[in-house]
């Protein structure tokens, strides 16, 4: 095996594991914090992580002397996109399904491929394929049927899935826009460095946020069963997996990346059944198959 076969290889575990771990905490760990405001949770799932990084890699500091414009840029794009908006987002519409249909909320953030294949020809010159439009529209079709099946929604009875539809496309297009500028910023800097800084930037986006909407008062609402799961979020499926991810990141493509990523919905949809006792109806299996599908033919059309 060539070392750079072996780099790919390496990327492709790293990445895919790490999207595991997310589909675990999607399903069993997050979700276990709905008593709190989503904004103060997303805060300490972040703010906690980075104090403790600061333990270690309290030496990054001095790689803001090589930072140009363009890197400060991307931070505080990646900060705001993947970190605030698309973990506030998704976040709030797991804890808008009360328990129920997790697996749709993971699956509908899935979309994110589209967004990262239009911001990777934006931003990383990288080509799309002809057919990307009949794809992309195949995606999103199913992904309605997959949030509501066959039946039309109804503002009344349907609100909460509908809303946390809306907020999962909305994670979908953070998350795809933040793999797009993380791979930007891996360019010209190492995993660590990434993570760590991606965590700082985040944690300050977030303080501002919950300073100003006044959400920091939930800290006298944290239980104690509240502070285990944040600490064991924070570790493993929290800053761990990142560290996993910008590990592969910076050895594949971001469209290998994209691809890598989905078996975030697929342990999610098994993790929902083993944990919640939850199955998808056969119109949303259909659906799932066919979105999945979508965006692996879009993936291949990308290569």
Do not use: C
């Amino acid at each position: 095996m060539t070392f750079r076969n072996n780099q790919l290889l390496r990327g492709t575990i790293a990445i895919s594991f790490s999207a595991i771990l997310w589909g675990f905490d999607g399903v069993v760990l997050t979700p276990r914090l709905h008593n709190l405001d989503v904004s103060w949770v997303v805060f300490v799932l972040h703010a906690f992580p980075f104090l403790l990084m600061n333990l270690f890699l309290f030496s990054e500091y001095k790689n803001l002397k090589s930072f140009v414009k363009q890197d400060y840029i991307m931070l505080l794009l990646i900060g705001l996109f993947g970190g605030a908006i698309g973990t506030v987002s998704i976040v709030k519409a797991l804890f808008l399904v009360n328990f129920e249909q997790l697996s749709v909320v993971v699956l509908l953030q899935k979309l994110q491929p589209i967004f990262a294949i239009i911001l990777a020809a934006i931003l990383l010159k990288e080509k799309i394929g002809k057919h990307f439009l009949l794809w992309a529209s195949l995606a999103i079709v199913a992904s309605y049927f997959l949030a509501f099946g066959i039946s039309i929604p109804h503002l009344s009875s349907d609100e909460n899935i509908i809303q946390a539809a809306l907020y999962a496309v909305l994670a979908a297009f953070s998350f795809g826009s933040s793999t797009v500028f993380s791979k930007k910023l891996l360019q010209n800097h190492n995993f660590v460095t990434a993570t760590f800084f991606r965590y700082g930037f985040t944690s300050i986006i977030l303080l501002i946020f919950v300073l100003l909407s006044g959400s920091y008062s939930d800290f006298f609402n944290t239980t104690q069963f509240n502070w285990i799961f944040f600490v064991i979020i924070g570790i493993t499926t929290g800053s761990g997996a990142i560290f996993i991810y910008y590990y592969g990141l910076r050895r594949v493509k971001a469209i290998v990346a994209t691809i890598s990523e989905l078996l975030f919905p697929i342990s999610a949809i098994l993790f929902d059944y083993i944990f919640n006792d939850s199955l998808l109806s056969p119109i949303q299996i259909v659906s799932a198959l066919v979105m999945v599908f979508s965006i692996i033919r879009l993936s291949n059309l990308k290569n």
